[in-house]
C-alpha cells in the first residue's frame, strides 16, 4: 500500500511541476508558442497522463480491498463467527453455512453481478450454468429457482 501511496504521490508533484513549466514557459515567450512552450505541453500531457494512469491503479487497489473486507465479513456472516466491539468473538444467532455453500453462492453472485454491468438480459439463468457456480442438488433453494 505504501507503494501505490508512493507513486500517487510522485505523479502528483512531476504533474504540478509539468503545470508549472508550462506557466513559466508562456509567461517567458510572453504568450506565444514557442519550441520551448510546446515542449512543455507535451511534457505536461505525458505528467497528466501518467498521474491518471497511476490515480486508476490506486482506485483499483481500493477496490480490492474493499472486496476483501467485504468477503472477510460475510464469511465471518456466514460462519456464524463475529468479533464484537470489545475483540470477543461472539456469535450472530444466524445457523452457520458450509464453506464450500457460502463459496457457491459467492461465484453466483459475482457472476450475476458481471451479467449485469454487461447488460445480459439472462443473468438470472445463467448465473447457474456457468461452470464456476454449478448447481448443486443438495440444497433445496438452488432448486426451487
Known amino acids: 500500500m505504501d ?7 510522485n505523479a502528483y508533484q512531476e504533474f504540478v511541476v509539468a503545470a508549472a513549466n508550462v ?11 514557442t519550441t520551448a512552450t510546446d515542449t512543455a505541453l507535451e511534457s ?3 505528467k497528466w497522463e501518467l ?3 497511476t ?14 473486507i467485504g468477503s472477510e ?3 465471518d456472516e456466514a460462519t456464524g463467527s463475529v468479533v ?3 475483540g470477543q468473538t461472539t456469535t450472530t444467532g444466524l445457523p452457520p453455512i458450509s464453506a464450500v455453500r457460502l463459496e457457491q453462492m459467492s461465484k453466483a453472485v459475482r457472476w450475476l453481478v458481471i451479467e449485469l454491468q454487461h447488460g445480459s438480459g439472462t443473468a438470472a439463468g445463467s448465473a447457474h450454468s456457468h461452470p464456476s457456480a454449478p448447481f448443486d442438488a443438495r440444497f433445496s433453494e438452488d432448486s426451487a429457482q
Open 3 to 9: 507503494n501505490i501511496v508512493d507513486s500517487l504521490n
Open 23 to 33: 506557466l513559466e514557459a508562456k509567461e517567458t515567450s510572453g504568450a506565444q508558442k
Open 44 to 46: 505536461f500531457k505525458q
Open 51 to 53: 498521474f491518471r494512469v
Open 55 to 68: 490515480c486508476d491503479q490506486a482506485e483499483e487497489f481500493v477496490e480490492s480491498v474493499k472486496q476483501r
Open 73 to 75: 465479513c460475510l464469511v
Open 84 to 86: 464484537g466491539k470489545s
